[in-house]
């Protein structure tokens, strides 16, 4: 985690009150994490971050592109990726982690956001992504090979009776 020390906050060093960190992430970034489901982005997070004498409050405020598959035509575009969220840094004798909340021992020097942050961006890439999401069209060569393969598919599937009821009941095409 060395290369990612940049993303370290010197938690003792900082007077109680409010602060602002400004982070860099680029394609680099992903390859530091192990079997990232991104591989190719940039982005700029915003940490607003309040020190208080119990309790450490973080806001993450993320805006980029990632470079993701269309789950309509396969070709892979930048998606623009914009979000924010909270956590919380509470002490304990142990460092562990919930939902929202880190536990760290109390008089830790440095407090790395690299994971978090890495997490906060997959978080932020929706379950299916297309081309829509970011106003682009999608590629009309794709498409029209992936239909014909589709329609391939479906004349090579053998006779199901369900289906053609359906189709009789029109409630297919
Ligand atoms: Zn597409």
Redesign the pocket.
């Known amino acids: 985690m060395d290369a990612l020390d940049h993303f370290s906050i010197p938690v003792t060093g900082l007077h109680n009150g409010l602060h602002e960190f400004d982070f860099q992430v680029d394609t680099g970034f992903f390859q530091h994490f192990e079997g990232s489901p991104i591989q190719v982005g940039d982005a700029n997070v915003h940490l607003l971050f309040d020190k208080r004498p119990d309790l450490y409050s973080m806001t993450f405020q993320i805006t980029g592109t990632v470079e993701v598959a269309?789950?309509?035509?396969?070709?892979i575009?930048a998606l623009p990726i914009e979000d924010t969220q909270n956590l919380l840094v509470k002490f304990d004798e142990t460092a562990w982690e919930e939902a929202d909340v880190i536990y760290v021992t109390k008089g830790i020097q440095k407090l790395n956001v690299s994971k978090y942050i890495y997490e906060f961006i997959n978080l932020a890439v929706p379950m299916v992504t297309?081309?829509d999401d970011a106003g682009?069209?999608?590629?009309p060569e794709?498409?029209k090979f992936l239909t014909k393969e589709e329609d391939v598919a479906e004349a090579e599937e053998p006779l199901n009776p369900f289906k053609d009821a359906l189709r009789d009941l029109n409630f297919e095409n």
């Open positions: 269309c789950d309509r035509c396969l070709e575009f297309t081309h682009e069209r999608c590629n794709m498409l």
